[in-house]
């Protein structure tokens, strides 16, 4: 067994090298979009399935508490955790509507929605994004493989954050380290350095 777990760990480790020539320039200017949000009053709305929906709990975990410094907490909600109301929706309306009618209701102009999709083809994760862009909020997509039928809806104002894998754990194992990431420079842009 070991050989099969030291060929996991190896690609992960060679995803990641791939993603550290590529992601860069997408994570920073993730990072100043969720940060001018912040500073002009918005709240970042994060939204996924399955592992994505952990990524987004966990995204908006860091924020309202805290990541690794002492800070105030940050405006930000995982449409992912409201059982009730994500029931509701699904029983009334679509699954597909789930988070859209969320961000329809919470989403404020300039705000950012964290839109969390492995494949890029998630439906309601689709339809937040047009949610979004009707509430003129901005995005930043997390996805993987060829950005599926997200890339495509992003207004050039949006940022997608394009894992270069097929692979649905190594993407979300990237994922992880680009939310931790973002946590680092929101922190960072706006408390400073920390001595």
């Given at each position: 067994?070991q050989?099969r777990i030291?060929?996991m760990?190896?690609?992960?480790?060679?995803?990641?090298?791939?993603?550290?020539?590529?992601?860069?320039?997408?994570?920073?200017?993730a990072?100043?979009?969720?940060v001018?949000?912040?500073?002009?009053?918005?709240k970042?709305?994060?939204?996924?399935?399955?592992g994505?929906a952990?990524?987004?709990?966990?995204?908006s975990s860091?924020m309202?508490?805290?990541f690794e410094?002492?800070?105030p907490?940050?405006?930000?909600?995982?449409?992912?955790?409201d059982?009730?109301t994500i029931?509701s929706i699904?029983?009334?309306?679509s699954?597909?509507?789930?988070f859209s009618?969320?961000i329809?209701?919470?989403?404020?102009?300039?705000?950012?929605?964290?839109?969390?999709s492995t494949?890029?083809?998630?439906?309601n994760?689709?339809q937040a994004?047009?949610?979004?862009?009707?509430?003129?909020?901005?995005v930043?997509?997390l996805?993987?493989?060829d950005?599926?039928?997200?890339?495509?809806l992003l207004?050039p104002?949006?940022?997608?954050?394009?894992?270069p894998?097929?692979?649905?754990?190594?993407?979300?194992?990237?994922?992880?380290l680009v939310?931790?990431?973002?946590?680092?420079?929101?922190?960072?842009?706006?408390?400073?350095?920390?001595?």
């Amino acid at each position: 067994m070991q050989p099969r777990i030291q060929h996991m760990f190896q690609a992960s480790i060679e995803t990641k090298q791939n993603a550290l020539t590529v992601l860069p320039p997408a994570i920073e200017n993730a990072s100043l979009m969720m940060v001018s949000s912040l500073l002009n009053e918005g709240k970042i709305l994060a939204c996924g399935n399955g592992g994505s929906a952990g990524d987004a709990q966990h995204f908006s975990s860091e924020m309202l508490n805290r990541f690794e410094r002492e800070r105030p907490s940050l405006p930000a909600i995982a449409l992912t955790t409201d059982s009730s109301t994500i029931t509701s929706i699904a029983n009334d309306y679509s699954y597909e509507e789930v988070f859209s009618k969320q961000i329809r209701a919470l989403g404020q102009a300039g705000d950012v929605l964290l839109a969390i999709s492995t494949s890029g083809n998630s439906a309601n994760v689709v339809q937040a994004i047009h949610a979004a862009h009707d509430r003129n909020m901005h995005v930043v997509a997390l996805t993987g493989r060829d950005g599926g039928q997200i890339a495509p809806l992003l207004l050039p104002d949006d940022v997608e954050i394009r894992v270069p894998s097929n692979v649905t754990a190594r993407v979300q194992e990237v994922h992880l380290l680009v939310i931790h990431s973002l946590c680092d420079l929101i922190d960072h842009q706006l408390f400073g350095s920390e001595e």
